[in-house]
């Protein structure tokens, strides 16, 4: 009896199975800025069309998704700038985009930069800021407890005592490999380790809970999702070495770039969970488009781990 039961059920569970098709309607195509001033450098933008979720991505499609012929113009508060199509370096990537060469566009802190962009009779425009940086008091490298040479990088941070600050960090480590790695990579040694500015998970967040308090904070080393290295896996993921040299970005930025950042990181988390609810990205980019303007107020420092 139990075995004709069991035999039923699968035979039922089987049979509940039915095929659907289904006609996907078209998605109207729009584009997407994606554009960056920071203190100290040119500002990028880079513009691109959506694609649907069902669409190929391959080397033909990706280098299609760029926008060439936009009309994009910054304006500083004083002077409105006529931005150039070009290869730009976004964050340690190159990729096509628009800037321009314009010594007085360089950013400076305190201003307030808009931001048009014109993709045949659609427009759009946004508004960013550069906050002043806040210079971090101090920074250490200190090993973690379970390794000798394996740790994190340490600082000791006072935030001003006005509320509404946000912030965001990056660092990358600026030395070579002394040798190599198992395939494939047996080919590292005499290569930067990080070939841009990285930012880990958790990297944006705004003065609620520390506002005009003086801290220390650890941060973990980020991983490149582009160019993955021969110490982003196994023991040494996350963690700095002794020997390393790192150049630590810490930046200010205002609350919409934070809310964006944290948004972002959550969707990179869970991306491909079943348990993970969906959800757009809080875009401060109005009009016709989509996508996220950001103002960064950078200040440097570089730290060797000993």
Not at 68 to 95: K, M, P, R
Not at 122 to 133: D, F, N, W, Y
Not at 247 to 260: A, D, E, G, I, Q
Request: proline share 6%.
């Amino acid at each position: 009896m139990r075995k004709t039961l069991y035999i039923s059920l699968a035979f039922l569970l089987v049979n509940c199975q039915k095929q659907i098709e289904f006609e996907l309607p078209p998605v109207e195509q729009t584009f997407v800025v994606e554009a960056v001033v920071e203190s100290g450098l040119p500002p990028r933008v880079i513009v691109t069309n959506t694609q649907g979720y069902f669409d190929p991505l391959d080397s033909n499609s990706f280098a299609n998704i760029f926008v060439e012929d936009a009309q994009v113009e910054l304006y500083d508060g004083d002077t409105t700038y006529q931005l150039t199509y070009s290869f730009i370096n976004s964050n340690g990537v190159i990729l096509p985009g628009y800037t321009s060469f314009d010594p007085n566009i360089i950013g400076q802190y305190g201003k307030n930069y808009t931001l048009n962009v014109q993709v045949g009779d659609k427009e759009a425009h946004a508004t960013a800021k550069i906050p002043q940086p806040i210079i971090l008091d101090s920074l250490w490298f200190l090993a973690y407890e379970a390794y000798d040479s394996l740790g994190f990088i340490w600082a000791k941070f006072t935030d001003p005592d006005t509320t509404g600050n946000c912030y965001r960090w990056f660092a990358q480590r600026i030395n070579s490999y002394t040798y190599n790695y198992d395939p494939p990579y047996d080919n590292v040694i005499g290569t930067m380790k990080d070939a841009r500015p990285l930012a880990p998970i958790g990297s944006s967040t705004d003065d609620k809970l520390f506002n005009g308090l003086t801290f220390d904070f650890a941060f973990p080393r980020g991983e490149d999702g582009i160019l993955e290295g021969p110490d982003d896996e196994g023991i040494e993921e996350g963690f700095y070495k002794r020997g390393d040299t790192v150049l630590v970005k810490s930046t200010t930025t205002t609350y919409p770039v934070y809310l964006y950042v944290r948004a972002f990181e959550n969707q990179a988390v869970s991306n491909g969970s079943i348990f993970s609810s969906p959800g757009n990205l809080p875009y401060n980019i109005q009009g016709d488009g989509l996508g996220m303007f950001i103002g960064y107020g950078v200040s440097y420092d570089t730290l060797i781990c000993e």
